[in-house]
């Protein structure tokens, strides 16, 4: 595994959010098939957003959001973790340099500290970090945390079949399970006061975004593998991973205007330079990325 990470240790400045403070971290960087990212739109269209190696693969990130409050301290998503062998850090091209934990630690937030993990969906890239190798032992990286996951990705990650079984490793949230540490979460369900389940199907049956509110009816929505990066808000811009697409599509429809009308920060998850930013309309009515924009600032 490469010991850099050119992401940035603090991927957007740490923001104010009513009664909490709100801080995109990196658990680093991944490099992953670029027409696998953008399903059926022709590279002549997609390099030119996120331009690709020699090996096809473009430059993605794995944010996460920290959220330190009345309620303690939550951490949403953890990346991929680094608990796996040299041969599948090549694969997917990942650059970590301590990841996540490191990164927590820096400011001020150590893994002991944490209160609560959401979970988006179980695929590797977003919940390898949830558990590390102690000895010969995987354990829960959080050992004083709750992890919120939704009961029908679990069931669908411990079946999974030859279409999605790469992207499922047990190790990363059987234990967790078996530590005692998972609470299950729904469409609707309130977390620690202001965080809220939004499920987002698509990519996977039960894929969930989560919602920040800063309690005046603003909110930071983490949107999860439903728009990985800002260049997916296009709706035909869709992940090959992605097990329901027309699903995807469908969810693309009625949130993205939801976000526009409502003036969400939207959080990507893979965005290596934009992680964060509000949305407007194009002149054809499609959704865009308004970066460095306040929409409050109107």
């Known amino acids: 595994m490469k010991d850099v990470d050119t992401a940035p240790t603090l991927a957007w400045p740490p923001l104010r959010w009513g009664e909490r403070m709100v801080t995109v971290l990196s658990d680093g960087l991944m490099h992953l098939d670029g027409g696998a990212m ?55 091209g990942l650059e970590r340099d301590g990841g996540l934990p490191a990164r927590l630690a820096e400011v001020g937030a150590p893994v002991e500290t944490i209160d609560r993990v959401i979970l988006t969906h179980l695929h590797f890239d977003h919940a390898g970090g949830a558990t590390r190798r102690d000895g010969d032992r995987i354990v829960p990286t959080f050992p004083n945390a709750t992890y919120h996951i939704h009961p029908g990705e679990y069931e669908e990650a411990i079946g999974s079949h030859a279409r999605n079984q790469a992207s499922y490793n047990e190790r990363d949230f059987v234990p967790l399970v078996e530590a005692g540490q998972v609470d299950w979460m729904d469409d609707g369900t309130v977390i620690a006061d202001a965080i809220t389940v939004i499920e987002t199907p698509g990519h996977t049956e039960h894929h969930c975004s989560i919602a920040v509110d800063d309690g005046t009816g603003r909110k930071i929505v983490f949107l999860g593998d439903l728009v990985p990066t800002s260049h997916h808000l296009p709706y035909p811009w869709i992940m090959a991973y992605d097990l329901y697409p027309v699903t995807t599509l469908d969810t693309k429809q009625w949130l993205l205007p939801r976000a526009v009308q409502e003036k969400w920060l939207c959080a990507f998850v893979h965005d290596a330079d934009t992680p964060l930013c509000s949305l407007s309309l194009d002149d054809r009515g499609r959704a865009r990325p308004d970066r460095g924009r306040d929409p409050w600032s109107d």
């Open 38 to 92: 953008f399903g059926v739109v022709p590279k002549v269209l997609w390099e030119k957003k996120l331009p690709a190696d020699d090996r096809n693969r473009i430059r993605l990130a794995m944010n996460s959001l920290l959220v330190e409050g009345p309620e303690g301290r939550t951490v949403i998503e953890v990346g991929s973790g680094g608990k796996e062998d040299e041969k599948f850090a090549d694969m997917y």
